[in-house]
C-alpha cells in the first residue's frame, strides 16, 4: 500500500484532533535524525531511550542494530553502532541508573542487557514469573527494578534489579490490549490500553488494576506508549499522529504534534524519553527518523 493511501486512510485522525491543543508545554522542533554518522539511514525506529549524563539509545529497528549518541547543550554527538545476533530485532529500550542499557526484542520477546557500551552482558531472567509469561513492554525505575507487561497474563511483573519477581500486578483479561506500563516517582503503576484508549493504574502494593480513566477515543486513537514525566503522563497516540498528555488523575491536559512528514510532524510515532534540560527525543517509526523537541524547561 503506497504511503499516500496510508496517509488518506488516517487523515481522518488528524482532522479530528487537529494541531496540539491545550495547556501543555509546547513542543518545539530542534533537529531531526534520519542517519547514523557514515550515512547510513535509519528504517522504522521503533525505540529510543534517555538516560543520565545525557545518553541516548536509539533501536533501529528496521536495520536490526542500536545507535548510542550522546546529547549535551542541545548538541546530539555520537551514534555509534551496536548490532548483535542476541538482538535480531530491537524494539523498546530503557537506560538503567548504572548506565546499562536494557533491550526488549519483539521477536525474541526477551529482554538483553549491554553495557554502557553496547557489549552483552546477558538476558535478563525474570526468576519466578509464571510460566509462559510474554513480555510486550517494560521500564526501569530510579532504583534498576523493572516492570514487565506481560501481554499474556495479562500482568504486569514486578522485579528486583537482578530480575527476581517480587510482586504480580493483574490486568483484566477480557476486552482490552495493553501496549505498555509506567511507573511514577511514588511506585504507583500505570498501564494503557490500545483498542480501548484508557488508562488503568495501580497503587503501590496493591495487586490488581483499576480504571483510571473511560474511553478516552475523544483525544487519542490508538495510545501505545507511555511516559511519566513532572506529574503528567505523556501517551503516544500511534495511530492519531501525536502525544496526549494526561494528568496523574487522567484529566486532560493537552495534546502535542500533529500526523505528516514534514519536520516537527510525526508518522506512527513510537517510543519518547525526556531529558532533564526539557527536550524530548521520538521514535517517528513511519518517517524512518528521530526527531528531537524542546519544551524549554
Not at 175 to 204: M, P, R, S
Request: hydrophobic share 40%.
Amino acid at each position: 500500500m503506497s504511503r499516500a493511501i496510508v496517509f488518506q486512510s488516517v487523515l481522518g485522525l488528524a482532522m479530528v484532533f487537529g494541531p496540539a491543543v491545550g495547556a501543555a508545554q509546547a513542543f518545539r522542533h530542534q533537529t531531526t535524525v534520519y542517519s547514523d554518522p557514515k550515512e547510513g539511514q535509519l528504517r522504522r525506529p521503533e525505540g529510543v531511550a534517555c538516560g543520565a549524563g545525557g545518553a541516548v539509545v536509539v533501536a533501529d529497528t528496521g536495520n536490526a542494530r542500536l545507535l548510542l549518541y550522546t546529547y549535551r547543550d542541545g548538541s546530539l554527538s555520537g551514534g555509534t553502532q551496536v548490532k548483535l545476533a542476541q538482538v535480531p530485532y530491537p524494539y523498546r529500550v530503557q537506560l538503567d541508573p548504572k548506565g546499562e542499557v536494557l533491550v526488549l526484542d519483539e521477536k525474541l520477546r526477551k529482554i538483553v542487557r549491554l553495557d554502557a557500551k553496547g557489549a552483552f552482558l546477558g538476558n535478563v531472567d525474570l526468576q519466578g514469573a509464571p510460566a509462559g509469561t510474554l513480555p510486550g513492554a517494560f521500564k526501569v525505575d530510579g532504583a534498576g527494578n523493572l516492570y514487565v507487561l506481560d501481554v499474556l497474563g495479562p500482568r504486569v511483573l514486578v522485579t528486583d534489579p537482578a530480575g527476581k519477581v517480587t510482586r504480580q500486578v493483574e490486568l483484566p483479561r477480557e476486552g482490552a490490549q495493553f501496549t505498555d506500563v509506567a511507573v511514577d516517582g511514588g511506585g504507583t503503576l500505570y498501564a494503557v490500553d490500545a483498542v480501548g484508549a484508557g488508562i488503568w493504574t495501580a497503587d503501590k502494593g496493591a495487586t490488581a488494576f483499576k480504571r483510571l480513566t473511560e474511553s478516552r477515543k475523544d483525544v487519542m486513537s490508538f495510545p501505545t506508549y507511555l511516559a511519566f514525566h513532572q506529574g503528567k503522563l505523556y501517551v503516544v497516540d500511534q495511530h492519531g499522529g501525536g502525544i496526549a498528555i494526561l494528568g496523574s488523575d487522567g484529566s486532560f491536559q493537552g495534546r502535542q504534534l500533529a500526523l505528516g512528514w514534514s519536520p516537527g510532524l510525526v508518522y506512527y510515532p513510537a517510543q519518547i524519553c525526556f531529558e532533564p534540560d526539557g527536550a524530548v527525543f521520538v521514535a517517528d517509526r513511519g518517517n524512518d527518523r528521530i526527531q528531537v523537541f524542546d519544551t524549554g524547561r
